[in-house]
């Protein structure tokens, strides 16, 4: 069982706090027995990571206040950062949210699926304050992987779920990347596999609708539902959606970019032409290479050298590689 005495004070109060952490972390299979536990877990307030088809997420039930401050202080997460909460389909959604518009046009052409939608919270929500971090909007996502959905269903809760891994470090693709960062800090992991897609989803969110974050889902598809061109968030420095840290999905190797050579005494994670250590594609496949991305930053770190990681295309989900590895390479707090 959970010890943790996280209390009813503020995140902050609650994250200073002693923890006394679960002696280990179970692993759950996808069977029934496994998914049925996980979804006890989560209806009595404790924490499960869980894959989806981008990365595994923490999940807490979203109308837990203690849950969600639970997410916060396993993951060392700053409470000004809101998380995403996960529902099963866009009737539940709309039971948080008021999504209209334009915005109504994308979910239904794109979920379930790698996207995620920020819209203003509908009174009465019954959510944390917790989840939408103060903001009077809230992020929704109705994710595809089929484990995710019948947790979902099984749990009878949305679900907050940032990525399960340490505030600031790779994300996790596999049930391992989650083991290695919260063993001790979370009650269970469901260990569905491999995620298939590998990087965490798109963000979309405003009146005129603007890209958040790039993401699982190209732009140029979200462009091509619109009928116009994707502005990007213009408010750079305030956080108005999870993922917007200048400094976030970082190994604890410095990262350089663009780099065509290897050099002695680094690891280089190569793409296309450019053979490394390791490499995304070797066909050039943006697809693949997302797939890739954080199981191979995983590997690289572990080597202890600094990273040099060749030129990624900034197009399609090149777009989301070179962001996640641009907050990989950026100056450290």
């Known amino acids: 069982m959970f010890w943790a005495n996280l209390g009813r004070a503020s995140v902050a109060n609650q994250q200073q706090r002693s923890v006394t952490y679960f002696q280990m972390t179970e692993i759950l299979t996808p069977e029934a027995n496994g998914l049925a536990r996980a979804a006890a877990f989560l209806r009595g307030g404790e924490l499960v990571a869980f894959p989806t088809e981008t990365v595994y997420g923490l999940g807490g039930d979203a109308t837990n206040g203690r849950a969600c401050a ?8 700053p409470s000004f950062n809101p998380l995403i909460v996960h529902v099963p389909d866009l009737a539940a959604a709309q039971e948080y949210a008021v999504i209209e518009g334009p915005l109504l046009r994308l979910a239904q052409a ?5 996207v995620t939608i920020v819209a203003p919270l509908r009174a009465g929500h019954g959510l944390s304050d917790l989840v939408s971090a103060g903001l009077p909007s809230v992020a929704l996502r109705v994710p595809a992987h089929p484990l995710a959905q019948a947790l979902l269903r ?10 399960a891994n340490p505030s600031g470090q790779i994300s996790p693709t596999t049930a391992a990347h989650v083991y290695a960062g919260l063993n001790g800090k979370i009650a269970a ?5 491999a995620c298939a897609v590998g990087l965490e989803s798109t963000i979309l969110g405003g009146d005129p609708v603007r890209l958040m974050r790039a993401g699982g889902l190209a732009v140029e598809e979200v462009e091509a539902q619109l009928g116009h061109a994707l502005p990007e968030d213009t408010t750079p420095g305030k956080i108005q959606a999870p993922g917007q840290l200048s400094s976030h999905y970082a190994p604890d190797a410095p990262v350089s970019l663009n780099i065509t050579d290897r050099h002695a005494g680094r690891t280089l994670i190569g ?6 250590d390791l490499t995304l594609s070797e066909s050039g496949d943006l697809v ?4 890739r991305l954080f199981g191979a930053l995983h590997t690289a770190d572990a080597l202890g050298l600094p990273i040099d990681v060749a030129p990624i295309p900034n197009v399609g989900l090149g777009r989301a590689i070179n962001d996640r590895l641009t907050r990989a390479a950026a100056p450290r707090s």
């Open 70 to 77: 639970g997410i916060f202080a396993a993951k060392g997460r």
């Open 110 to 114: 794109f979920w379930p699926g790698p």
């Open 154 to 163: 099984e749990t009878g809760r949305p679900l907050a779920a940032p990525s």
């Open 189 to 193: 992991i469901l260990d569905g596999g």
């Open 271 to 276: 793409f296309g032409e450019i053979m490394g």
């Open 288 to 291: 693949e290479a997302a797939s």
